[in-house]
């Protein structure tokens, strides 16, 4: 089956997803590796870590072994939720969200952080669910080859780790104005069903929003989500 060209990017995605006992979605970020240079600059962590006073967690996001969770936790502990949340706002979207998932008691600064999280949208290309778009954008950070459906068309296979991937309907002949879902999987998933996402969009090729997804984790434990 030949694929269509598949456009490269460098933006990222968000990490959330609901459990789904055959998808990818149903395995849990909390204890997958972190590996920053998968997902963004690693070096930007590390350099607000250390702006913010915080050498400890500096450290752990240096180790690629660490995980979000023990950095996030590590960041609380040294300096406290005020400035971690002060520092989040700082880096990608990305560690904001997943900050807020893996740490339910930050009480106010969580609350403040989900505030400039909101108010950050209103000049962010990123769609929200049920918007119009004209693209889906994957970041393939699982350790393995992955694969991109949308609705019912031809698959996008062989996505390779540390790329951003952009599909655009159009490139599968689906009409303006159809309702659109993306569905990821890895190889073997094509025996099992591809994972659909929560999330539905209308294609509208002169919208300025793009769907953001991302999938992320080594392999038996790949997570695959929407960023919001």
Request: glycine content about 6%; aromatic content about 8%.
């Amino acid at each position: 089956m030949e694929q269509n060209p598949l456009k490269k990017t460098a933006c990222f995605a968000q990490l959330k997803a609901e459990a789904n006992p055959k998808s990818l979605m149903s395995r849990k970020l909390k204890n997958t590796n972190m590996n920053i240079n998968q997902i963004t600059d690693r070096s930007a962590g590390i350099k607000l870590a250390e702006a913010a006073g915080a050498p400890k967690t500096a450290a752990l996001i240096a180790d690629k072994d660490a995980c979000f969770q023990d950095i996030f936790e590590s960041a609380v502990s040294e300096i406290g939720p005020g400035p971690l949340v002060e520092a989040l706002q700082k880096g990608p979207r990305l560690w904001s969200h997943m900050a807020l998932s893996m740490l339910p008691n930050l009480g106010s600064h969580g609350e403040a952080l989900n505030a400039a999280l909101a108010s950050s949208l209103a000049v962010s290309n990123h769609a929200q669910p049920g918007d119009r778009i004209s693209k889906f954008s994957l970041y393939m950070g699982a350790a393995v080859s992955g694969i991109v459906r949308i609705n019912n068309t031809n698959d996008y296979r062989n996505l390779f780790v540390k790329n951003t991937y952009e599909f655009n309907p159009a490139d599968q002949n689906i009409p303006e104005g159809t309702v659109v879902r993306m569905y990821f999987g890895i190889e073997d998933d094509v025996f099992i069903g591809l994972a659909p996402a929560q999330e539905t969009f209308i294609f509208d090729s002169s919208s300025p929003k793009i769907a953001y997804y991302t999938s992320a984790g080594i392999a038996g434990s790949q997570t695959f989500a929407f960023q919001p």
